[in-house]
């Protein structure tokens, strides 16, 4: 599978002056192009590019899903039926599902796909001290 470089996407005329980021990467900031005859919005061949759906990079191709296929997961239960060949992906679940399947994605040590386990627990313990040193004022 061959993967396109995915285009920068600047901002119309920003080449023209300094303020938009000519000499300057970190003020060179997306802006959508509006007006009634930008061919920039038009799409016109041989213009720029603009932001649009599809230029996601494929994260198939950089080796995240290699060899391994996505389940869905909505309970600790489904995460215990677990192959090796398998990976988990997190389903539309609710904070305290969330909470009890990454503690025991920790466990097990399996990396879950769309979730950093470590750092969603240790924002959720953070979270919950503040909430407790609040209550007892």
Do not use: H
């Amino acid at each position: 599978m061959t993967t396109k470089k995915r285009p920068k996407f600047l901002r119309r005329k920003n080449q023209a002056y300094s303020k938009l980021g000519k000499r300057r990467k970190n003020k060179q900031v997306w802006r959508r192009p509006t007006g009634r005859d930008n061919k920039m919005r038009e799409k016109r061949k041989g213009v720029p590019l603009t932001v649009s759906i599809g230029y996601r990079t494929d994260k198939i191709a950089r080796g995240m899903l290699s060899e391994k296929v996505p389940v869905c997961i909505l309970n600790v239960s489904q995460l215990k039926k677990i192959r090796e060949n398998e990976i988990p992906v997190l389903a539309n679940v609710g904070k305290k599902n969330k909470i009890e399947i990454a503690k025991e994605a920790e466990k097990m040590k399996i990396k879950i796909y769309n979730l950093n386990s470590k750092k969603f627990l240790k924002e959720n313990e953070l979270k919950n001290k503040k909430k407790n040193s609040e209550g007892k004022k």
